[in-house]
């Protein structure tokens, strides 16, 4: 076994280890349950050129696991630099399509070609560039308003997502220039796919503790001020938060909004305090006094109908069984009792509402959240 191979199966090592450590977490972004399926995906691919002379089932296999490389890298992208729901049906349907065009090239090629193969082979090349592309340009979305330690982030990304990609190009250009450049190239590729697996894990760990920037909520969602808390309790009978209240109000907040914990419907106090490091009576008192909330409950379903507005205004074709079970809600009675209780009406009374007049609507401003009530107001209107 010669060192390119040793460095092969290294790779693969490195990649199946991966999707084990991403499946094995009790909580999972979309960015990370994608970045599994990359990973096994380029697995697949760097095992599938030494198959040799194996059973056509495992060749198959193996063909169908190697689809979902550069195509779901993009979506990887997409959920990192969006947070949970940046990755719509269209994007999947995108990224099946391009499969469904790997496995179709591969049969063809393994059938002996013919007159489709050069057909398929330029539609393929077309609609992969595509994707390498999108996936870069996604690190620079929004980047003049980014902050700057996202900004180092989305530059790291770029640098190690850009000279992979230019590396590989370049490689394999010489390689099918002169055959003698092929090992140099599966080299590349080696270290240019093991650059991508450990950044790719550096960038998902930092975001776990780092809130990806949000798009602004629009106006018509942001609750009228009233000077009393979310929570309708008067500041004033409340005891003043501590140091230890206000350290833990911070790591709740990151942990609602960045892993976006509201949406697991069985999410109870033990969870956000084990997700932060911390215990139950201290995670609740940092809720009372640090976020000037009632209770947990009230915490978490401040999220749940804030992130059911922003779904209700941006996809007016799905239910709103679908938006109440997406935002962290059990059932259906739960999520209209507590949105008419915030509201003052039924989801799709509000949305309708809002669809009708949103052609009226000044420009919209993104919410600012009290300083002394770290967590922005509930992020839908009252009728």
């Not at 500041?235 to 909004?257: M, N, Y």
């Not at 940092?286 to 205004?313: M, P």
């Not at 239910?319 to 039924?346: H, M, Y």
Request: aromatic letters at 6%.
């Amino acid at each position: 076994m010669n060192a390119v191979e040793d460095l092969t199966w290294g790779v693969v090592g490195l990649a199946l280890a991966s999707v084990l450590a991403l499946l094995g977490r009790r909580r999972k972004s979309d960015a990370e349950l994608l970045f599994a399926v990359f990973c096994a995906s380029m697995a697949m691919v760097l095992l599938r050129p030494g198959l040799g002379d194996v059973p056509t089932a495992v060749t198959a296999l193996v063909t169908l696991g190697a689809c979902a490389t550069c195509n779901v890298y993009w979506l990887v992208a997409r959920a990192l630099f969006r947070g949970d729901g940046g990755v719509g049906r269209g994007h999947l349907a995108a990224a099946f399509g391009i499969a469904a065009l790997i496995v179709a090239y591969r049969a063809a090629e393994a059938a002996g070609g013919g007159i489709g193969l050069g057909a398929l082979g330029d539609l393929l090349t077309l609609a992969t560039s595509t994707v390498l592309v999108l996936a870069f340009v996604e690190a620079l979305r929004g980047w003049a308003s980014l902050p700057r330690d996202e900004r180092r982030l989305r530059a790291g990304f770029m640098l190690v997502y850009g000279g992979c990609l230019v590396g590989g190009t370049v490689s394999g250009a010489l390689a099918s220039a002169s055959p003698e450049w092929a090992p140099v190239h599966r080299g590349v590729v080696l270290g240019c796919v093991t650059a991508i697996l450990l950044f790719t894990h550096a960038a998902l760990l930092w975001r776990r503790r780092q809130p990806w920037p949000r798009s602004p909520v629009p106006a018509t969602a942001a609750m009228p001020a009233t000077g009393v808390p979310a929570a309708g309790i008067p500041r004033e009978s409340r005891g003043a938060p501590s140091d230890e209240d206000r350290a833990l109000a911070a790591a709740i907040r990151t942990a609602l909004e960045q892993r976006a914990l509201y949406r697991e419907p069985e999410l109870k106090v033990a969870d956000l305090a084990e997700a932060i490091g911390s215990v139950e009576h201290k995670v609740s008192r940092a809720i009372t006094q640090g976020l000037g909330e009632r209770n947990f409950n009230q915490l978490v379903n401040g999220y749940r109908i804030a992130h059911a507005c922003r779904l209700l205004l941006a996809h007016p074709s799905r239910s709103v069984l679908e938006i109440s079970g997406d935002s962290g809600f059990a059932s259906l009675g739960p999520f209209n009792r507590a949105f008419k209780a915030a509201t003052g009406t039924t989801p799709s009374a509000w949305r309708a509402a809002q669809r009708a007049s949103s052609a009226d609507l000044p420009p919209t401003t993104p919410p600012v959240a009290s300083p002394s009530n770290a967590r922005p107001r509930l992020a839908c209107p009252s009728s």
